[in-house]
Structure formats: structure tokens, C-alpha cells
Nanobody
Framework: QVQLVESGGGLVQPGESLRLSCRAS????????MAWYRQAPGTQRELVAT???????DYEDFVQGRFTISRDTAQNTISLQMDKLKPEDTAAYYC?????????WGQGTQVTVSS
């Protein structure tokens, strides 16, 4: 059974940093595509960053150079380091695991960037 539990969200000011974590169970990272998505109110959920089974990473343009996705296979955890946060980064952030043709989701963690 796949379970994803996010943590680390909160309220920060523009320019500050935040680190999100996703603790995964029932997932073998080397056989999965792990990702972070986000969804702001009234918008569709959008992809932020991915880390493939071989450890390669990919980022959407709007976070390139500011966010870093990583994984710790010993702790079965995926992280998203978010630097230089902007108000437009405000959203609920979701961890996702793609196993074969099935996507699994966590419950989300709220990130609010405001002065």
C-alpha cells in the first residue's frame, strides 16, 4: 500500500526559504517517478519538479534555479528545497508517486508567501 505524507509547509516572507518533505511507504524510489505538484485556489494542479528512478531531476521554468528536489532512499523521503520564494509560489504542495500507470498522492501541505 502506497502512502505519502507531506510536511514542512508554512507562512514565510518573500525571499525566504522553506523545505518540504514527503515520507513515502510502499514505494521503491528506483522504480518510481516522484514529483512535487502545487495547486493555488481556483487553478489547476501543476507540476513543479520531478526526480526519476535513476535520480535525474527536472524542473518547471517558474522554479528553475530556486527549487531543488532530492531524495533520501535510506529515509524513504523526498524533499523540495524552496529558496527565494515569491508570493506567486503560494499554493498547496503535493507529493506524487508514479508507479507504472498509477499516480498516488499525499494530502498536501500549504505554503504561503506573504509580507
Amino acid at each position: 500500500q502506497v502512502q505519502l505524507v507531506e510536511s514542512g509547509g508554512g507562512l514565510v516572507q518573500p525571499g525566504e526559504s522553506l523545505r518540504l518533505s514527503c515520507r513515502a511507504s510502499g514505494v521503491i524510489f528506483q522504480m518510481s517517478i516522484m514529483a512535487w505538484y502545487r495547486q493555488a485556489p481556483g487553478t489547476q494542479r501543476e507540476l513543479v519538479a520531478t526526480i526519476a528512478g535513476d535520480g535525474s531531476t527536472d524542473y518547471e521554468d517558474f522554479v528553475q534555479g530556486r527549487f531543488t528536489i532530492s531524495r533520501d532512499t535510506a529515509q524513504n523521503t523526498i524533499s523540495l528545497q524552496m529558496d527565494k520564494l515569491k508570493p506567486e509560489d503560494t499554493a498547496a504542495y503535493y507529493c506524487s508517486a508514479r508507479l507504472g500507470s498509477t499516480n498516488y498522492w499525499g494530502q498536501g501541505t500549504q505554503v504561503t508567501v506573504s509580507s
